[in-house]
């Protein structure tokens, strides 16, 4: 148990965060994830504490919540995506125009509508149909995350 790329519940190969920012966990927590509640990593970002997130039920490792610069571990690119109503959005690192290309080639490709892309360093969001919002996010996390 800890932070996944996506929700397991609808991506079965979601894989497990070792290491998330707390900038990328606000990020998370702020677009629909529900993994944490927004104010309680905003005061362990506040105050710097690591928070570790895994399931009481279990010993095993979960996720680190903590700075960045504390170098908890490498950091990917893209974090993971998420969704809430018809918006899904990508969690990340300095996302740029290349990864913005990437997304809306691969819905292209799979005839996934979309409109209104929103982008800031930290996240793209596309407002897709409420039908389409699990394949808009299947779409995503195979192209960022396929183990072959």
Known sequence: TGVYTADPRIIENALKLDCISYEEMLEFSNLGAGVLHNKSVKVAKDNDIKLIVRSSMSKANGTTVANIY??????????????NDNVVSIVGLDLDLEVKGKIIKALDNKDIPYSNIDKSDMRISIVTEKERVNDCINCIHDLFFKVN
């Open 70 to 83: 504390s170098k908890c571990c490498t950091l990917p690119k893209i974090t993971g995506v998420t969704s």
